[in-house]
């Protein structure tokens, strides 16, 4: 067994672990990115009370300590999402498969059935889920710090065990049917789903919805969901990540005790590392879909930044001013001057592979005309002309207040441990974020807010 509380530490701290008192030296390498580059069988320091040890399969396991909580979230996460499905014309499609299994792998193991799952965390009054992303999939469990093994354990059979039977992929694609009906209810996903569609293309993983279609899941059938759970649900895939009132050692030994099941960590891997791929092109276009909604739901948007791009601070900056809270551009002038509509916001989407800027807007049909002009020459106001001293110092108080208010408990800070193992090159510290943000410059916005003169995508929904 591997002593996970001796730890090489990242440069620029005292390394005393497993050397004589004294002879203490800070390590020079860098340790703060991804755990594909860590040897299998270490423990290493990324920052204070965060720690990473790599198991000879492959499996990463992260966590940070929180002292002064009695509570404790653990989150498993997948490197698989929807963007990994096939939809290649002559083959059976797997489009919705990760969204699939992710409700089946609730259905049931050798050892415990779906009620008995539920049970184990509601007896201990636990919170208990799971969502599906493009790039990801996430189990995660929310628990008093004295119950983490059980929800460790609990989450370990689910991943590793799964009976996956022909009775709950039956039951089950009734149940994503029904929820693929209610997406299809709401203004706001429909318009988004098909601005992706028309930025990226339906044959593109981006471009495609996550739950998948009718007709996919209909044909989807019980061999696919099992060969795609038994492919992609492997340790090097797989990071564990754990926040709250914990001792690391204790936490991998318990990792290692749950998801040795079945032979799942025998073996030697290397860690996936995170995603890379070729540029994915933005097509420029308009798509209008007809509904009976009462309102029109509208996303004008074009090409954004990619996931790790150093101006990423900069337009989250530039962001916040255009739109990005009640004292935004946006929000000023459509809402609160003009009248025009209710709800009204701008976002930035980012993928390994490409993003996305844009605007949203619901609003009555006969305001829609309007409501494009005035989010238009707002876009072009800040293309032009960036943002002033004013909004950049307020944009880095919204950025700066997000983030740390955001980070207060157990769960998002094990949302951010997982994410960032698992779809950046580094883990960036707390306060090496407030930096980057701090030094944004108005030149800075400037500059990226150009991005908001490119081509245009408008996506229309309603009646």
Request: with cysteine; charged share 25%; proline share 5%.
């Amino acid at each position: 067994m591997t002593d996970h509380d001796s730890v090489i530490r990242a440069a620029g701290q005292q390394a005393t672990a497993g050397r004589p008192s004294g002879s203490a030296r800070p390590d020079t390498r860098d340790l703060s990115g991804s755990g594909a580059a860590q040897p299998a069988g270490t423990t290493w320091e990324l920052e204070p009370g965060v720690r990473r040890t790599v198991l000879a399969s492959g499996l990463r396991i992260v966590t940070e300590e929180m002292p002064t909580v009695r509570s404790a979230a653990v989150g498993v996460w997948v490197g698989t999402g929807s963007c990994d499905e096939t939809t290649a014309p002559g083959e059976p499609t797997t489009h919705g498969c990760s969204h699939f299994l992710e409700h089946l792998l609730f259905k049931g193991t050798a050892e415990r059935t779906a009620l008995d799952i539920s049970v184990a965390l509601d007896a201990v009054g636990g919170e208990f889920n799971a969502f599906t992303a493009k790039e990801y999939t996430c189990f995660h469990a929310r628990v008093l710090d004295e119950d983490l093994p059980l929800a460790v354990d609990v989450l370990g059979d689910m991943i590793t065990s799964s009976l996956i039977t022909d009775e709950d992929v039956e039951a089950e694609r009734d149940v994503i049917l029904d929820e693929i009906a209610m997406h299809d209810d709401d203004p706001d996903d429909v318009v988004h789903n098909l601005f992706a569609a028309q930025a990226w293309g339906l044959d593109s993983p981006l471009g495609r919805g996550i739950a998948g279609t009718e007709e996919s899941i209909e044909g989807m059938t019980r061999d696919q969901i099992d060969a795609f759970y038994r492919a992609h649900y492997r340790p090097e895939n797989i990071v564990i990540s754990v926040a709250g009132n914990l001792r690391h050692g204790e936490v991998v030994e318990q990792v290692e005790r749950a998801f040795a099941r079945h032979g799942f960590l025998d073996g030697t891997a290397s860690p996936i590392p995170p995603r890379t791929g070729s540029p994915l092109a933005v097509h420029p276009g308009e798509v209008r879909v007809t509904k009976p909604y009462e309102q029109v739901n509208l996303v004008l948007g074009m090409e954004g930044l990619w996931r790790d791009d150093d101006r990423r601070f900069a337009l989250g900056i530039v962001n916040a001013a255009l739109g990005g809270g009640t004292s935004s551009r946006l929000f000023q002038e459509v809402r609160e001057h003009r009248g025009l509509a209710y709800s009204v916001y701008s976002f930035a989407g980012t993928h390994a592979e490409s993003g996305v800027v844009g605007v949203g807007v619901g609003c009555l049909p006969g305001k829609v005309d309007q409501v494009l002009d005035v989010v238009r020459d707002e876009l072009r106001t800040v293309a032009t002309g960036g943002i002033t001293a004013e909004e950049l110092l307020r944009g880095k108080g919204q950025l700066r207040g997000g983030l740390v208010l955001g980070l207060e408990d157990p769960a998002s800070r094990m949302s951010r441990l997982g994410k960032a193992e698992l779809v950046h090159d580094t883990l960036m510290t707390i306060d090496q974020v407030l930096d980057r943000i701090a030094g944004v410059t108005v030149e800075e916005c400037q500059a990226v807010a150009e991005i908001f003169a490119r081509p245009e995508i408008l996506a229309v929904v309603g009646p």
